[in-house]
């Protein structure tokens, strides 16, 4: 029997290499650590060992239906795990490393846990643009299960001390390389030769997926949950949460964009990229706030603002 989840006392180590030794011997032990992504900080197990990845279940109090993305370092480790059809291999070759996902169906002898893909033909692969993620698969030479690294269903951290918020207690090691730059989980497809099907939008927006790959983009068949993860009520602040407000009403936290002036803005003038950076930080802000409330800025819907507004929509369900 694994201990308590409960009862970790949580080190918080600055990136470098004593810090890396030092997680990679916890991963090697089957012990789940937070590392960053360019995206949001993950909670990283060997994606091979199913105690390690019900370790990670277990930590963030997630329902086991929900499975995980394999982050990898190379092609090589990616094509033993995933079976890449053409426009795969495409889309690896132009995004990679960097914000996407890619849906495939799992190769019979991947020797990942079947945890991992929680019962589906298919598993999420990835291979992460950030300096800490990559030394760490290294280190430790086996792929990394990795979900954001927060309590199901509560907002993403990109920070090491939201790891530490809502992970705190549960994990043994943060490991801290600063805030993380994109700030919005990476983009899922399922890539197919007729087209492709956008599973989450983040980063890599639908028109950079149509441009590089020469094929249509779909959204994910509506009410159907292809990504379980893509659940109404996600990245959920405690508070209740007010969309495309234009200016603060009674008990409210106003999180501004643009010409809209809040208590904090995501950006002031109005860019997106930087908005989607601060997003979830800034709603850790308002959730810590002593207003009852949030409302939020309208966020246009083109480039990262479908993403942006994506996770909005979640965090007021
Ligand atoms: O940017 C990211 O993707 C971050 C960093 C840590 O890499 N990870 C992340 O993981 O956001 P998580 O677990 O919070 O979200 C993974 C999503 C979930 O919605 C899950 O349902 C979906 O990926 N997913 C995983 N495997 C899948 C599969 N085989 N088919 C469809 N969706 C899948
Ligand atoms: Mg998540």
Redesign the pocket.
Known sequence: MRENPLLLETATCRYGMEALARAAELIRLGQPVA?P????????ADARDSDAVAAIYAAKG?PDY????V?VTDMEMARGLAVFDEKAEQLAARFWPG?L?L?MP?REDAGLSPL???G?????I?M?AHRA?QALIRESGVPLA?????RSGAI?PTSAEHVLGSLGGRIAMILDDGPTT?G???T?I?PGMEGLRL??P?PVTAAMLEEASGLPVSAGAAGK???????ESHYAPSKPVRLCAEEREAGEYLIGFGSVQGDISLSETGDLEEAAANLFAALHIADASSSTRIAVASIPVEGIGAAINDRLKRAAA
């Open positions: 590392v992504t360019e995206t949001v900080y993950g909670l990283a997630r929900n499975p995980l993305i982050h914000p996902t849906v799992v991992v893909m929680a589906l033909p298919t598993v999420a990835r992460p993620m990795a979900p954001s690294a927060n993403s994109k919005i989980e990476s899922i399922a599973l989450r983040g949950i292809e990504a379980p993860g893509q659940m």
